[in-house]
Nanobody, 119 residues
Framework: QVQLAESGGGLVQSGGSLRLSCAAS????????MGWFRQAPGKERELVAS???????NYLDSAKGRFTISRDNAKNTVYLQMNSLKPEDTAVYYC?????????????WGQGTQVTVDP
């Protein structure tokens, strides 16, 4: 059974920083892609950043230059360093991983962590 565990959300002032972490556990063969999504009230879930096993990254335009995604393959963990946070970054952040376990490839989601940015 594969599980993802997130940590690192919270309340921060505008211009502040937060670092999110998400660790996968279970019988894992490989994790081709790791990413972070967010969902604000009344809005659709959107991709914030993703990173492949080869280190290729992709960012939401509004996150470029402020957020950095990274991964530690030995720990099956993905991080999202968020700097210069703005009130519009307020949302529930979810990690997502495409995990190969046994003979199957599936998408897994974290439980979500609230990020609130005060003006």
């Amino acid at each position: 059974q594969v599980q993802l565990a997130e940590s690192g959300g919270g309340l921060v002032q505008s211009g502040g920083s937060l670092r999110l972490s998400c660790a996968a556990s279970g019988r894992i063969f490989s994790i081709p892609t790791m990413g972070w999504f967010r969902q604000a009230p009344g809005k659709e879930r959107e991709l914030v950043a993703s990173i492949t096993s080869g280190g290729y990254t992709n960012y939401l335009d509004s996150a470029k230059g402020r957020f950095t995604i990274s991964r530690d393959n030995a720990k099956n963990t993905v991080y999202l360093q968020m700097n210069s946070l703005k009130p519009e970054d307020t949302a529930v952040y979810y990690c997502n991983m495409k995990i190969i376990a046994g003979w199957t490839s599936s998408d897994y989601w974290g439980q979500g962590t609230q990020v609130t940015v005060d003006p």
